[in-house]
Nanobody, 112 residues
Framework: QLRLVESGGGVVPPGGSLRLTCTAPGHKFGINKVSWYRQAPGKEREFVASIMYSNGTPEYKASIEHRTTISRDPGQTTVWLVMNVMEPADTGTYYC?????WGQGTQVTVSA
């Protein structure tokens, strides 16, 4: 069983930035792909970004790639998601995922 923990959510003004963190207490991510998804109220969960832990290869949702960065630490314990120039449409619960495992999510609200 892999427990994933997200943190870093909160209220951000439009145009602001946020860094979200995903950890797996007691585990290392190893060669897995670690992904971020988000779900806005009343909408389906959607892919945001992912990173191959073995080589750092990222993938992004095309429409937000220009203002999003996913990265990992060499110690295999943490993945970060940085989003810049945030918009109200970025509001939602952000989830970290590895395979079939999901975290509980962290709430992000973009509001003045």
């Amino acid at each position: 069983q892999l427990r994933l923990v997200e943190s870093g959510g909160g209220v951000v003004p439009p145009g602001g930035s946020l860094r979200l963190t995903c950890t797996a207490p007691g585990h290392k991510f190893g060669i897995n792909k670690v992904s971020w998804y988000r779900q806005a109220p009343g909408k389906e969960r959607e892919f945001v970004a992912s990173i191959m832990y073995s080589n750092g290869t990222p993938e992004y949702k095309a429409s937000i790639e220009h203002r999003t960065t996913i990265s990992r630490d060499p110690g295999q314990t943490t993945v970060w998601l940085v989003m810049n120039v945030m918009e109200p449409a970025d509001t939602g619960t952000y989830y970290c995922s590895v395979g079939t495992f999901w975290g509980q999510g962290t709430q992000v609200t973009v509001s003045a």
